[in-house]
């Protein structure tokens, strides 16, 4: 039924009988006596003395209104009564945050004036109503837990920036963040709140005191004896931070915990509230009466069987009642005090929600007699108060709120027409109904009745070296296993508990995606799946501005459930249509990134802009994809991306924007929706069908309608005869069969995205309650080791270590009961299933666009965002309490995975920066554990070796420390004394993070080893640019690295106190790693492929290994030197520099010393040793000092150090190998003996004939054309870089060998 319009007068339909005429019609219906009897029996007088019914006047249809009128008039407080001022409080009846005047900060203020939002560093506001005399209660409902103070002031109260409510002298605030009260000074108070609470402020003017509740829980008194009299008056306000957010109820709604004696500020509308629950007793007196035609008499019945049948009666009965009541249910007050708790008690009684069909029939009914307006209204603000009650419900032990209020939503949805009004204008527009899908957790576990769910707690006991659970069940005691067990079953009985509403919370999604309900006109589903990618667009335009987005932790429950519904409706349409895939073999077909069916907002596409790919790839579209696009769109879109900046106006945007001006947009979880930026890419995207079968004649162009999101439907979508809908543009490389329900699959994108936005950020926060659980437990541990050590005559510590075990054990009570909570809504093991699900969707939508070729370009960044993300919080996250091992599929999944990152983190088709970070970190992270290795293993030969020939290109001109890393992880646990996992010197300290990739046990890949071997081998000149970059980069980070220790050693020895900058320390660090992990790939390479040095029939080798022993000998010389620059800064073990150390670098340089001088062949070995004897840095007491012998002092030299120890690899027993002992002594000697006789051998050369750019080789090489010279050292380094003349600047075209001609 059609509403009558918007206009100021809205027509009421008449239901009264018009005229005498019509009066035998009506006692037609039934006998006149019988209908009088009906009528006096529904609209029974509140009058104590009611006549008896053989002397009641005869009530007929046209007496009825008047009647009705009476009776509701009966008991009505008189018109002047009510129009009087309630004594000792002033202001307007109405009572809202006053924004006009009654404010300091900038705040975003909700549409009804009673949510607010602070938008600067402490913003003030007040109310416009003050009290002086009596008692006076209102409500905060906190919707997040951050710095708020919130209480009464006066009106003299001035507040800033930096001072609040509490601040001032006349001002009482309760801050539940901090749990303090606050009047100029403050102490502690109360309890910590969290974001779903309800905040009591009650004031009693007559004793003089302010007190506070916490969900209907009394704080106590907080203030006493507070300024009362002439000239004092108080308002309620609140002072609060950036980003905190509240709502106010001052009485235009029922108070969730009213306190005996106290006031709400705002009256309640006693005469309407007396009207409206007098009505609602007349429809359930029609409700339980029958009247029996055949006997003549009235029957009771049960109201739960009543079913709207057409009884003309009992409709025209209704149809007066509505006719009073259908106005007041337009009213917020009304409709959560009198409709919603009457609907409440319809469901009760308990079982399904489908064995309570009155609901079905008074909605029937509402939608029948009342305007369509007021039913709207109605709806909208039932919806509102039961999502209120819903959000800010404390949690109890069988979540029986929660419970409550999710089966009369799902009761309200199950109803067509009304799920499609509130779908199509409530739920996503005026409401954040995502709520209905958060399962929040309780602070407080005592109060949430966690206590009584899980009477035993429990921790991990037993710790490994680097506080990592080591717990084997077989090693538990037998009071451990019972405790555990115990806990264990406590959980369960949770998780069931928590399974309840979850149910539920499927159950309202799966009625919003039903698809099947097109008698009323298009299905839920289509009008939930415009709103939610409306949704998504506000999330994903506005992740800088975060009082408008989603908060994260609603984000998750929601995921979860969509998920669940979604694979529900998946399998079942498999069930219909064979021909179909499983949702277990999930994916996104490629043709919806480039076909613009499906808006992807400004997300970044792999290959860069939108606009700028439908330019460069609008051959391969058509060629491969049939899809053109139109030449004066792609003009449209490239000016679009120029006036990027400047469309904040009207054109862009969508009707209504533009009443929002410059304003800043309100968030849509407190008010209206938010007004984002129009669809530009549907709006304006020409996308046309090419028809294959006439290849000769120029292209038809079929144009696609390409509407903005609202305007789709269900064809649009789902496509019809000819037209593929979401999928039009398959690609020959896609099956031609159907996958699921078009709708289902852009629902499915838009999980996706919704992983990307904010889920997997919350996944990785909530980890934290994990991680206090695991420190507590270590420092009850170390506290109960030290109670047994204490000496018995030490009472006095022994007592400050009770205290302090008590203090922990309580704590971690609390917080493993917080756990089991957190692990049962968000690391269980439904919810990890539900992550690895969307792992496998996330792989293979990417293998599929992958096969695409060049149109792979058009996949969203956020696909391999979300591959990486998930993998990393199904292996960080989701344990110790779930293993990713357990995963069905888990061994292909991670070789799929493998097979991405190896092959796409070099992808020439991927050009954003960001994503090939963490395309090269998500390989890193994941060649450190074993069972990740073990995956890149796993993938094909081909793919294998394409990686190993993209890690070894030069690092010239490319992010080179990843990459570095990445072979350094395929060679740790085989290189000289490099098979720790923690250095030597950082054991007895404890890790940040002992689950960080680089602490992870070594783990070699000797088959990606022998693979690089084979490239370097094989490849010559790929081998010398390799090996020149990975020189020219060590001599960079360990030159910068000195110069950083340099300024750092100063600066500690000036007199003056001086303070390193951290950020200085930490790239000095950094450098200090590069270099040693640099000198580990070199020590691979000549374990691996040692001719690339000592062949010296390959080009470059012999200047190879010249430019490696340069290094080799300035490493030594730098750290090994007595008394050096290296050893202070060391010593000084500044905070930042714990890596820095004699160890990592020592044994790297001299792994691949003992690689050249002791395990090559003799011919090999004896080139090296020229080559390192023959560089004038060497020195061979550098080499002594690795095995602790001290050069001698000179006769100036004071003495060393008694204290000081010197460093030698004897002492690194646990970490260096005999046989590898042996290897560097047999090396010493060597050197010792050709050294030596070097030093015999060596001829004195004059100064004109060494080599003028070194000095320190003869010269042995001429330029061609210019014929000037240098040793070929000097020139082979500078012809790898540079093609010009040291000296005059020439091109050289060759180099030949020079000898000095003998002299005559």
Known sequence: MSSKGGGPALSRRSYRLASDMDKPKVAGFVNEKLLSDYLHHVFSSSKPSQPVAAFRKQLTFQDLGAHLERLLCEGEPAEDSRDLAVDGRLGPPTVVLDHTSGFEGLLLVDDDLLGVIGHSNFSSIRATTCVFKGKWIYEVLISSQGLMQIGWCTLNCRFNQEEGVGDTPDSYAY?????????????????????????????????????????????????????????????????????????????????????????????????????????????????????????????????????????????????????????????????????????????????????????????????????????????????????????????????????????????????????????????????????????????????????????????????????????????????????????????????????????????????????????????????????????????????????????????????????????????????????????????????????????????????????????????????????????????????????????????????????????????????????????????????????????????????????????????????????????????????????????????????????????????????????????????????????????????????????????????????????????????????????????????????????????????????????????????????????????????????????????HFADPRIVGTDIKDSLMQALASYVCYPQSLRAVERVSEEQRVAMMKNLLAPYEQRPWAQTNWILVRLWRGCGFGYRYTRLPHLLKTKPEDASLPSLQKPCPSLLLQKHMAELLRQDKEMAASFLNSVLNQLNWAFSEFIGMIQEIQQAAERPERNFVDTRQLKVCATCFDLSVSLLRVLEMTVTLVPEIFLDWSRPSAELLLRRLAQLLNQVLNRVTAERNLFDRVVNLRLPGLESVDHYPILVAVTGILVQLLVDCESQGVSRAAAVLLSDPCFQLHSIQHLLGEREPLCAAAPPPHADRKHFSLHTYTDYISAEEQQKVEQMLSFLTEESKQAAASAAPTSEEDLCPICYAHPISAVFKPCSHKSCKACINQHLMNNKDCFFCKATITGVEDYSKPASS
């Open 175 to 903: 801050d539940g963040n901090r749990v303090r009260k606050w009047n100029v000074t403050t102490t502690n108070y109360g309890k910590s709140w969290a974001a779903g609470d309800i905040v009591s402020c009650l004031i009693d003017l007559d004793e003089g005191t302010i007190s506070f509740c916490l969900n209907g829980q009394s704080l106590g008194t907080a203030f006493s004896n507070i300024k009362i009299g002439p000239g004092f008056a108080y308002f309620p306000a609140i002072s609060l931070s950036f980003k905190e957010s509240v709502a106010f109820n001052f009485g235009s709604r029922p108070l969730r915990y009213p306190v005996e004696g106290y006031m709400p500020l705002q009256n309640p509308p006693a005469a309407d509230l007396l009207k409206a629950q007098r009505l609602l007793g007349y429809v359930k007196n029609v409700l339980s009466t029958r009247i029996d035609v055949q006997e003549g008499k009235l029957v009771e019945k049960e109201c739960s069987s009543w079913q709207l049948q057409g009884e003309p009666t009992v409709l025209v009965t209704l149809a007066h009642i509505f006719n009073c009541f259908a106005p007041l249910m337009c009213k917020v007050y009304l409709v959560e005090d009198v409709l919603m708790n009457f609907l409440l008690g319809i469901l009760e009684g308990g079982g399904s929600v489908d064995e309570h069909p009155l609901i079905q029939q008074l909605l029937d009914l509402f939608w029948l007699l009342m305007e369509d307006y007021e039913v709207n209204e109605c709806l909208k603000q039932l919806m509102m108060s039961l999502l209120r009650a819903y959000r800010f419900s404390p949690i109890i032990p069988d979540l029986g709120f929660q419970i409550h209020y999710l089966r009369l939503t799902t009761a309200i949805l199950r109803h067509e027409k009304s799920r499609k009004y509130l779908l199509s204008n409530v739920l996503f527009d005026v409401l954040r109904s995502v709520v209905f899908f958060y399962i929040k957790t309780p602070l407080r576990v005592k109060e949430a009745g966690l206590e009584e769910l899980i009477p035993t707690t429990w921790w991990p006991s037993r710790f490994d070296k680097e506080g990592k659970d080591e717990r084997e069940p077989r090693e538990e005691s037998a009071e451990e296993r019972l405790r555990r067990r115990a806990y264990e079953r406590g959980c369960q009985r949770l998780r069931k508990r928590i399974e309840v509403v979850e149910e539920l919370q499927v159950q309202i999604l799966k009625l919003m995606l039903n698809n099947k309900d097109k008698g009323t006109g298009e299905a839920s589903r289509y009008i939930f799946l415009n709103k939610f990618r409306k949704f998504l667009q506000e999330n994903a335009s506005n992740r800088g501005n975060p009082t408008v987005l989603c908060p994260p932790e609603y984000m998750v429950c929601f995921l979860h459930r969509l998920i669940i519904a979604v694979r529900s409706y998946w399998d079942e349409g498999k069930r219909k249509t064979p021909g179909t895939i499983s949702s277990e073999e999930a994916y996104v077909p490629p043709q919806l990134f480039y076909n613009g069916k499906v808006d992807y907002f400004d997300l970044q596409r792999l290959g860069g802009l939108l606009s700028h790919l439908k330019k460069t790839l609008k051959d391969d579209l058509a060629s491969k994809a049939n899809i053109i696009i139109d030449p004066a769109e792609i003009m449209a879109t490239s000016m679009d991306d120029l006036d990027e900046d400047e469309e904040s106006g009207a054109a862009q945007r969508p009707f209504g924007a533009a009443a929002m001006g410059g304003a800043l947009a309100r968030p849509s979880w407190l008010s209206s929706p938010t007004l984002g930026r129009a669809n530009r890419f549907l709006s304006t995207a020409a996308v046309s069908l090419m028809t294959p079968r006439r290849p000769l004649a120029p292209p038809e162009k079929v144009k696609v309608r390409t509407l903005a999101v609202e305007q789709r439907t269900e064809e649009d979508i789902e496509g019809s005869h000819g037209n593929d809908g979401l999928l039009l543009g398959r690609p020959s490389e896609e099956p031609d069969q159907p996958i699921a329900e078009k709708s289902l699959l852009e629902i499915l994108d838009g999980i996706v995205m919704m992983y990307n936005l904010s889920v997997h950020q919350q996944l990785g926060k909530m980890v934290v309650v994990s991680d206090d659980v695991h420190e507590y437990a270590l420092a009850l541990k170390d506290t109960d080791e030290k109670i047994a050590r204490c000496p018995a005559r030490r009472q006095d510590i022994l007592e400050e270590l009770q205290k302090s075990q008590k203090v922990f054990a309580e704590k971690l009570n609390h917080l493993s009961r917080r756990l089991a909570w957190i692990n049962a809504t968000i690391y269980s093991k439904e919810k990890m299933l539900d992550v690895y699900w969307l792992l496998r969707v996330c792989i293979r939508t990417i293998e599929h666009a992958d096969r695409t070729g060049s149109l792979f370009a058009f996949t969203p960044e956020f696909y391999l965002n979300v591959a990486m993300n998930s993998y990393s919080a199904l292996k960080n996250y989701f344990s110790p309490s779930n293993s990713m091992e357990e995963l069905p599929g888990y061994e292909d999944t991670l070789t799929q995975l493998a097979a991405i990152l190896a092959k």
